[in-house]
Structure formats: structure tokens, C-alpha cells
């Protein structure tokens, strides 16, 4: 059955091919562009760091003076007779809109009545920026009533291929459209907020609702901003962006939001469009559902994280800081702290495409791969710090099944499990471990074994690795295999891990000792 109902259920990774965003498109990575460039200024490149929107750009030899052949050109603006100088038509003037100049932004007084106001305002003229009041607290107590003009022909389209590739999502029970309330009215066109450090809230005793809803053709930035207490009985307990929408989110913090949703989630936000997501905090927030997921975020479109913490978020089902499910999600430079679930209780990567990078998954707890959990899905790991997680059943730092999982140039460390693998846990999955290190993790259930690495059904290969200082209660310690190939090369250290390294494994360790 499948995690989303009707049509906000998102579609697998391999129908958005070739991926194209709404300005850039996957290129060398899993994920770049979406309105801006969040994805590659991550990935290092310090030229597109802070980069919001696509950009026109010019070549060097089309800019002004010096221009080869015309050493006299004057700079674009005036000619030499102080008259306005007609421009290429390529575009506005300036890049930007096609009046010339920038949108100014519409200052929002302290009264939860004048940002609705302001917002149907902004959708009527087709788009705008609003600047909130430094500070204020925008309380609001009521859903926001207003029809839906939502496209039943994307919907329709979506519904029917939806259903052709996942013949059992028939049986999901229909979406009930009172359960997808919004406190504010819903975003159709492009919408920019300043949040200036308010608060939006939704009152104590109100009503079951979010605060945002972003519909096809809408594109909703929102900067500077605290969400706190949405609550909502669909997905995204605060913000949902639906598959033909896009949203920015920067410096935000959502606090203690709920999805109630009983197959999908999103404590937080919900993403089933494009989404960049920058310095941005999610703390306390909960997919409560019957099996709920991604208690901070659930992404089943496109997503790129980066600089972000996800903190104290939980999940019935899986991902208690972040869940991807059917879709391509990026996550850079960010933190994972004492969140949990049944399964991934950091991050969860389920029939979906996840790349993480520079991060760190600490603390957290789950029955299944406490820090990290993989199912049926790609996980590309690089420079990762998970340490300290603790599974109640396999897999304290990683668990993966049926999953592709490169894991390079990481520490795997101090991490529990009451079951079987410690550090690591891979069934029917091929792991790939790559100038890492698997350090004094604990198998300590009563059978437990495989204190640093356990592998069965798959293949599982270290190249200058180090596997040492792991314990268990039944041999062995180091690296325990069953029915899986295991490669590890004449580089790697298999040493100290207590009773034993490899003696007790049922597929012989090559370069291991004892």
C-alpha cells in the first residue's frame, strides 16, 4: 500500500527523468537547480554559495568596455549622448522582472487578519513579496475557508500513471479533502516572505490545520520565519508543496508540528515538488500517523538540505528526522540529533534516491538502524560522523535492505544494537566501505553478534578501511557474514574487536585474523 493517497501521492524517482528543476538539472549529483542553487553551493563550489534563483549570465566578452574590436564602448545604460541605451530583447533590463527593477515588499502589520489579507492580495495580482513585522507573534485560530482551485488535470494524469505503475496504492483509502486545512490561503503563484524572526502559530485550541499549502504553479519562499503548532490531519504538519509546486525555505525553524496523516507525514513539511531547504532548524515536530513518516520532513519529490538540524523529531513508521519515499533528496553539511523511529531513526531512505554528505547522525534511536535506515534504495554516504545511535533491534548506526549503500571516507562509531550489527547491518544490500572506520560499536542482545559489521544475503566489501575496538555477545566482533561475499583488501585493519574479529563468521574474512 502505498505511503500516499490519491493526488499527493508522489511518483517514483524514474518517471522525472531526466530530473530537470525549475532552473537547473541533476548534474553530477542527484540533485541541483530548483530555483537556485542550493545543491552544487554545497557541494562545494563557493561561486554559487547563497545562490537563491537562476541567474541570466553573460559572457565576459559581451559585458562593456574593452570588449575586443570596440575599445570605446560605452557601459550599458546611456549612450554617449546621455540617452537611455536600447537593450538586447533577452529579457528584462536588470534580469529581473519585466518592469525593470524588483519587487518591492509589501510590509505586513503585527495582526494575523492583515497577513491573510496581505496573502490573498498578493495571490490575486499573481504573486508578491510580503515583509512581516519584526518579531511578531501571528496567532492564528481559524482554518482559512477558500475554495480550491487546485487542477484536476495534472491531478487526473498523475492518478491514473500513478495507478497503472503501482496497481496495489488502489486499495489506499480516498483522501478526505476536510483532513487538508490551511491557516493561511493556499499558494498559487510565486511568493516571497520575510519573516523578519516572526512567529506564525497556530493557537492552542484551534482546529486541526497547517499553515502553508503550496499548489501547482505556486513557488513559495519563505525566509526568517518560526512555525510553531501546526497540526494538521493530512501530510505536512506545518508546510505541504505538491507535486507541480516549488518552495524555498531559509533561516526557518519549525517547532513542535504534527502530521496526523496515518500513511504519510511530514511532521514538519511535506514535500512531493521541489524544495530547497537552507539553514533551517526542525525541532520537536512528529508524523503521529498510524505510520507515519519523516517526523521533521517527508520528501517524496525533490529535495536539497543543507546546513540544517533536525532535532528530537519522531516518527511511528520511519524517518524521525527526515524520510525520503519514492523520491531524489540531497542533504548536505547538516545534523541529525536525538531523533527516533520504528525504522531510520535520523533518516530513512525507502524506494528512493538519497545522497548525504558532511554530515552528522548522532543519538538517535530506532528499532531498526538507529541512526540510519535503507530499504530498497540507493544511499550515498560521504564524510558522515554517526556515532551513538542506538538500534533495539539491528543495525545501530546503518541498517539496509535490499539497498545499494557506498559508504566512504566516514566514521561509524559508538553506536548499539540489541540485535545483530552494531555498527552496521546489510541484508540482501551491497556495501561498499571506502577509507571509513567501524569503531567500538556493541552487539549486546543475549544472541547477539557482528559488533562492528553484519552481513548476510549481499555482498559487502571494505577498502582501506579499519574495523577495530567492536564488541558482541556471541563471536564474532569484528565482522560476522552469512550466504554474502565479503571483499576486503590487502589496506583494510581488521584488528581488537573482542571475543573475536572474524573467527565464528560463516563465510571465511579474508585478511582477518582470529
Not at 300 to 316: E, I, T, Y
Not at 320 to 326: A, D, F, M, P, V
Amino acid at each position: 500500500m502505498s505511503t500516499y493517497h490519491r493526488s499527493r501521492r508522489a511518483t517514483r524517482p524514474r518517471r522525472r527523468s531526466p530530473w530537470f528543476l525549475a532552473g537547473g538539472l541533476v548534474a553530477g549529483g542527484l540533485v541541483a537547480g530548483t530555483a537556485g542553487a542550493a545543491g552544487a553551493a554545497a557541494a562545494g563550489d563557493p561561486a554559487l554559495a547563497g545562490a537563491g534563483r537562476p541567474a541570466m549570465v553573460m559572457r565576459a566578452d559581451e559585458t562593456g568596455p574593452g570588449h575586443p574590436g570596440e575599445p570605446d564602448r560605452e557601459p550599458r545604460g546611456k549612450d554617449r549622448e546621455g540617452r537611455p541605451e536600447e537593450r538586447d530583447a533577452v529579457g528584462p533590463p536588470d534580469g529581473g522582472r519585466p518592469d525593470g527593477g524588483h519587487r518591492e515588499a509589501v510590509a505586513v502589520p503585527c495582526d494575523s487578519g492583515e497577513l491573510i489579507a496581505a496573502l490573498v492580495r498578493v495571490n490575486a495580482e499573481g504573486g508578491g513579496d510580503l515583509r512581516l513585522a519584526p518579531k511578531c507573534r501571528y496567532t492564528l485560530t481559524h482554518a482559512f475557508a477558500q475554495p480550491d482551485d487546485y487542477d484536476g488535470g495534472i491531478r487526473d494524469a498523475r492518478e491514473a500513471a500513478d495507478s497503472a505503475e503501482n496497481p496495489g496504492d488502489a486499495e489506499a483509502p480516498r483522501r478526505n479533502p476536510q483532513h487538508d486545512k490551511a491557516g493561511l490561503p493556499v499558494i498559487y503563484h510565486p511568493i516571497t516572505i520575510h519573516g523578519e524572526g516572526a512567529t506564525i502559530e497556530r493557537g492552542v485550541h484551534a482546529e486541526e490545520f497547517r499553515f502553508f499549502t503550496v499548489r501547482d504553479g505556486g513557488d513559495l519562499t519563505l525566509r526568517e520565519v518560526i512555525l510553531r503548532n501546526g497540526r494538521s490531519l493530512a501530510e505536512g504538519g506545518s508546510i505541504h508543496v505538491v507535486h507541480g509546486a516549488s518552495a524555498i525555505v531559509e533561516r526557518t525553524t519549525i517547532i513542535g508540528s504534527t502530521s496526523l496523516s496515518a500513511e504519510g507525514g511530514g511532521g514538519g513539511i511535506f514535500n512531493d515538488g521541489n524544495m530547497v531547504v537552507t539553514d533551517s532548524t526542525f525541532i520537536g515536530n512528529r508524523a503521529a500517523g498510524t505510520a507515519g513518516k519523516g517526523g521533521g520532513l517527508l520528501n517524496g519529490g525533490v529535495l536539497a538540505v543543507h546546513g540544517s538540524h533536525f532535532r528530537d523529531n519522531s516518527a511511528v513508521g520511519y524517518g524521525g528526522g527526515l524520510g525520503n519515499y519514492r523520491g531524489a533528496a540531497e542533504v548536505h553539511t547538516s545534523t541529525f540529533v536525538h531523533n527516533d523511529a520504528a525504522q531510520g531513526g535520523g533518516l530513512a531512505s525507502f524506494s528512493a534516491r538519497t545522497r548525504v554528505v558532511e554530515t552528522k547522525v548522532l543519538g538517535n534511536i530506532a528499532q531498526v538502524g538507529g541512526g540510519i535506515a535503507n530499504s530498497d534504495a540507493l544511499i550515498f554516504l560521504r564524510r558522515l560522523e554517526i556515532r551513538d545511535n542506538t538500534a533495539t533491534g539491528n543495525g545501530g548506526g546503518i541498517s539496509t535492505f535490499q539497498g545499494l549503500v557506498p559508504l566512504d571516507d566516514s566514521i561509524v562509531a559508538g553506536n548499539t544494537a540489541r540485535g545483530k550489527g552494531g555498527g552496521v547491518y546489510a541484508e540482501k544490500s551491497n556495501v561498499l566501505v571506502r577509507r571509513s572506520g567501524v569503531h567500538g560499536n556493541d552487539a549486546v542482545g543475549t544472541a547477539s553478534t557482528g559488533g562492528g559489521i553484519f552481513a548476510t544475503l549481499g555482498q559487502f566489501s571494505l577498502y582501506r578501511s579499519a574495523v577495530t575496538g567492536n564488541s558482541a555477545t556471541v563471536q564474532p566482533a569484528g565482522v560476522f557474514a552469512d550466504k554474502a561475499r565479503v571483499r576486503v583488501d590487502d589496506e583494510t585493519d581488521l584488528v581488537d574487536n573482542e571475543p573475536t574479529n572474524c573467527a565464528g563468521s560463516r563465510v571465511p574474512i579474508a585478511h582477518c585474523f582470529r
